[in-house]
């Protein structure tokens, strides 16, 4: 039976993998400010280079709409990809934005003091920054969705 759920797991994998036409890593800058800073319209914080993925659902040069998904306070995780691989089957890009590694941080779910909260706000912006002007990507159709801390 393991053997079975085994098989049936890395075929149903590999069958969503094969929806997406291309994966590019992206390094943008961002910046990590206090939350009262953000508040205040603050834009010079301390300088940080974050990274997402983007997943084209197809291969040519028709442009996608996009969803930036921002992970929640675990860090990037399975269900951040399980949405990229549905929105991809969709026609859907996705970029999976990763908040925390440039930051030297995994985790803030035992300690949410480690990062404002508002940081992501700001990293979203920069993100939306870039793939406004990827040439796949449609920028009139560029969508944000969030899961707990980044929603």
């Known amino acids: 039976?393991?053997?079975?759920?085994?098989?049936?797991?890395?075929?149903?994998?590999?069958?969503?993998?094969?929806?997406?036409?291309?994966?590019?890593?992206?390094?943008?800058?961002?910046?990590?400010?206090?939350?009262?800073?953000f508040l205040a319209g603050e834009r010079d914080g301390t300088p940080v280079i974050l990274a997402g993925e983007l997943r084209l659902p197809r291969?040519?040069?028709?442009?996608?709409?996009?969803?930036?998904?921002?992970?929640?306070?675990?860090?990037?995780?399975?269900?951040?990809?399980a949405w990229?691989?549905?929105?991809?089957?969709?026609?859907?890009?996705?970029?999976?934005l990763d908040a925390f590694t440039g930051r030297g941080l995994v985790t803030v779910s035992a300690d949410q003091a480690k990062l404002g909260r508002l940081n992501m706000i700001v990293d979203a912006y920069r993100a939306l920054e870039l793939l406004s002007k990827h040439p796949r990507i449609d920028p009139q159709r560029i969508a944000v969705m969030g899961f707990s801390r980044g929603g």
């Open 84 to 96: 990229a691989r549905f929105l991809n089957e969709l026609g859907v890009a996705t970029f999976a």
């Open 59 to 81: 291969p040519g040069t028709e442009r996608f709409p996009a969803v930036v998904l921002l992970h929640g306070s675990g860090g990037v995780s399975g269900g951040v990809d």
């Open 1 to 37: 039976m393991r053997l079975a759920v085994a098989v049936a797991f890395v075929l149903f994998a590999s069958s969503a993998l094969a929806q997406v036409a291309r994966v590019e890593l992206h390094a943008f800058s961002s910046a990590t400010l206090s939350d009262q800073k």
